[in-house]
Every structure is written in C-alpha cells, then in structure tokens.
C-alpha cells in the first residue's frame, strides 16, 4: 500500500511537471529565434500535431526522471510510461476533433482544458499499470519501440509533414516548419 501511495504523488507531481513544461513548449520555438532544434522538440506551428508533441516531450522527459527512482519498485514501467504517454497524444486530436465537428470552431479554453485532461489521464493510467500485477515483460520491448518510433516521428513530421490537416497551421496554412 505504501508503495501505492509514493507512485500516486510521482505521477501527480508528473502531471504537473507535464502540463508546465508542455505549455512552456508551446513558446519556446518562437523564443528561441525559430530554432530548426528547437522547433523538433517544441510547438512550431497551430496545428494539432504540433500540439500532440507539447504532451509527448515532457511526459517523455518525466519517464527518465521516474525511471530513476521507481523502475525497481513498480510493476510494467515502460509499458506503463508508453501507454500513458500514448493516451495523453492520442486524447488531444480525439477530443479537438470531435468538438469541432459539434461545435464548427476551434475554442481555446477547451483546447487547454484537453491538454490537461489528457495528461492527467495519461497519468492515471500509468499510475494503474505500475502498481498492477506483472504483465509479460515482452510488453515493455514493444513500449521501448513505440516511444521511440513515436519520438522519431514528431521530430521527421516536423521537418516534412504529410499535407494532411492533422499537421495544417489552422493560422496560416502552413505545414510544419515554414
């Protein structure tokens, strides 16, 4: 039970750490003077995909923090952290999507209240699979490919979007770095 307990505040104290490093990401590019580097790893357009990535790097980031202190106490790490880590990207385009089919417009409260409450279910459910019975250990082989797979693939979409509206700058048009 205590061990529970200290996984419930890592991934509270992650959620937080997630929500503040993603927004402060949403700016960073544009801070940094349109850094190509910079832009891999941050917001550098309006597009959703941009936004996906703004959940992606920092709950990335606090699995390698969280590995550190719990991998040898909790059940399922990585699958867990992946999991996690997909549902949070996942929720951003399901919820942004489907209120704009209902609603015909984009409105910015919801699109912060999904980023929070996507990571929070992120988190959520990473906190259930660490502290669940252990599943097969071939799961995390397969989570360590898909972050990094997904990982790849933030950074190449960033670069070289497909000319899909996922990746479209709902401001100017654009695909990726302009």
Not at 37 to 48: D, L, Q, T
């Amino acid at each position: 039970m205590l061990q529970s307990k200290k996984v419930l505040i890592y991934e509270i104290v992650g959620t937080v750490f997630i929500v503040f490093l993603g927004s402060a990401l949403h700016f960073t590019y544009e801070f940094s003077g349109k850094l190509a580097i910079v832009g891999a790893f941050s917001a550098v357009n309006e597009s959703v995909w941009e936004h996906m990535k703004l959940a992606f790097w920092p709950s990335l980031i606090w699995l390698l923090i969280e590995y550190l202190q719990l991998k040898k106490h909790t059940n399922n790490f990585l699958t867990a952290k992946t999991l996690g880590t997909c549902l949070m990207v996942a929720t951003i385009p399901i919820v942004f999507y489907s209120y704009t089919a209902v609603s015909g417009k984009s409105i910015f409260a919801v699109d912060i209240s999904t980023f929070v409450v996507a990571v929070i279910i992120g988190q959520l459910l990473s906190c259930k699979l660490l502290t669940h019975r252990q599943l097969d250990e071939k799961l995390d082989k397969i989570a360590v490919a898909a972050i990094i797979l997904l990982a790849l693939a933030f950074i190449l979409f960033t670069f070289y979007p497909p000319q899909l509206q996922i990746f479209r700058d709902s401001v100017t048009g654009t695909y990726g770095i302009p």
